[in-house]
C-alpha cells in the first residue's frame, strides 16, 4: 500500500506553504498561456483567406476608440478594446491618419494598423498606354497595387452591360480592343470589375463621339475596332494613320490579305524586332498572312487617333507600304515598287 500523498510531501521536505507557492504557479502560467492564446486570437484575421475589401472612412481628428468602433462595425476586427489595447500598447494610438481605406477582412490586426499608419490618397492615377493588350493592362494595373492579375481576369469573364459587347463570344478574350487607353484616377481598393467598368465606359464615350462624325460605312463597330487596332500597332506617327488606314482598307476591299506583322506578333508571347518565315506561318484566325479579311478581333487596345483613323482614312490608291529605320513607312501602289522599297529600307 502505498503512501499518503502528504506523506511523500512531508518525506520530500515540502511545506504545506510550499506546495501552494508550486500549485499558484502552475496555474498563473496555464492562466497566462491561455491569455496569451486568446489575445493571439483576437488579432488573427476576422475571415482568413477572404478575397473581398471593406471601404472604411476615418473621419479627421478621429480618436484610437472611434477608429475601434467604425473597424468592429465594418467586421474587421473582433473587438474595440482590443484594438485600443494593441494600438496603445504600441504606441501607435496618434500615428493612426485619416482617409478612405479599403481593407480585407483576411487582414490581421498589425496589417490594418500598419495601412492605417500610412495614409491612403484620395486617388490612385494610372495610364494605359495606347496599343497595350488585355495582358499588358492587367500587368499594368497589378504592378500599380490596384488588383491582383488574377483578380483582373476573373472580373473580364464578367459580363458588361455595353452594346458593343453583345453578341461577342463570352470570355475575358471579348474585352481585348474595347477597354480604352486612358489616365485615370480610382479610389484605393476600387474593384478589377469597377476599373474595367471604368474603361469600357470610357472607350464607349470616345467611340460615339467619332462615329458621328465618320465617313467609312459598312464596318461593324467589331471590324472598325479591330482594323484600328492593327493601325495602332502598325503606325508610329500621328500623321501617317489615316494612310495606313486607307492602305489597309484598300486591300480589304480588293480581297486582299493584309500581312499585317502586328497581327502575327500579336501571337508571340514576346515581341521580335524582325519576324522569322516559321512566325509568318503560325496557324491561326489572326495571323493575317495567311487568312483572308480581318482577324477576329482586335488585337490591342487602340487610342483616338486610330479610331479616327479608321473611321476617316486618307483617300488613296496605295497597297503596300514597309517601316524605314526612323519609323515613318515608305507606301508603294505596285508590288514591284514595295520589293523595291523593302530591299532599300530593310537590307538587314
Not at 491569455?35 to 484610437?64: D, F, H, M, R, S
Not at 497595350?132 to 493592362?137: A, V
Not at 501571337?267 to 521580335?272: C, I, R, S, T, V
Request: with cysteine.
Amino acid at each position: 500500500m502505498g503512501k499518503p500523498e502528504e506523506a511523500l510531501w512531508r518525506e520530500r521536505g515540502i511545506s504545506r506553504g510550499r506546495r501552494f507557492l508550486v500549485w499558484s504557479a502552475g496555474m498563473l502560467a496555464g492562466l497566462c498561456l491561455l491569455g496569451w492564446l486568446y489575445l493571439e486570437a483576437l488579432a488573427a484575421p476576422v475571415q482568413p483567406g477572404a478575397w473581398n475589401k471593406i471601404k472604411v472612412e476615418i473621419p479627421a481628428g478621429a480618436t484610437a476608440a472611434e477608429i475601434a468602433d467604425i473597424l468592429t462595425a465594418k467586421g474587421l476586427v473582433r473587438h474595440p478594446w482590443f484594438f485600443r489595447l494593441y494600438v496603445g500598447w504600441h504606441n501607435e494610438d496618434r500615428d493612426l491618419k485619416p482617409g478612405k481605406y479599403f481593407l480585407s477582412p483576411s487582414m490581421n490586426i498589425n496589417e490594418i494598423v500598419a495601412e492605417l499608419k500610412k495614409g491612403q490618397p484620395e486617388f490612385i492615377q494610372f495610364t494605359i498606354p495606347e496599343g497595350y493588350t488585355l495582358k499588358q493592362i492587367a500587368r499594368l494595373l497589378a504592378a500599380k497595387g490596384l488588383v491582383t492579375e488574377e483578380e483582373f481576369w476573373r472580373a473580364a469573364s464578367l459580363d458588361y452591360p455595353f452594346y458593343f459587347l453583345a453578341g461577342l463570344p463570352p470570355g475575358p478574350q471579348r474585352l481585348e480592343g474595347f477597354l480604352f487607353p486612358d489616365t485615370y484616377r480610382v479610389t484605393p481598393g476600387a474593384t478589377a470589375q469597377e476599373i474595367i467598368s471604368l474603361l469600357l465606359k470610357r472607350f464607349q464615350e470616345v467611340y460615339e463621339e467619332e462615329i458621328d462624325n465618320a465617313q467609312v460605312d459598312g464596318l461593324s463597330t467589331l471590324e472598325i475596332v479591330t482594323l484600328a487596332s492593327i493601325v495602332e500597332r502598325e503606325a508610329k506617327k500621328d500623321g501617317e494613320r489615316p494612310l495606313i488606314a486607307g492602305v489597309f482598307l484598300n486591300r480589304l476591299r480588293r480581297g486582299m490579305r493584309l500581312e499585317s506583322c502586328a497581327t502575327v506578333e500579336y501571337l508571340l508571347d514576346e515581341p521580335k524586332p524582325v519576324l522569322s518565315r516559321a512566325d509568318l506561318e503560325i496557324p491561326s484566325p489572326y495571323n493575317t498572312y495567311i487568312v483572308e479579311g480581318l482577324p477576329p478581333g482586335p488585337i490591342a487596345s487602340p487610342g483616338r487617333a486610330s479610331l479616327r483613323a479608321v473611321l476617316n482614312p486618307s483617300p488613296t490608291d496605295y497597297l503596300y507600304f514597309v517601316a524605314k529605320p526612323d519609323g515613318t513607312h515608305a507606301f508603294s501602289r505596285t508590288l514591284d515598287e514595295h520589293n523595291r522599297a523593302i530591299m532599300k529600307y530593310q537590307k538587314d
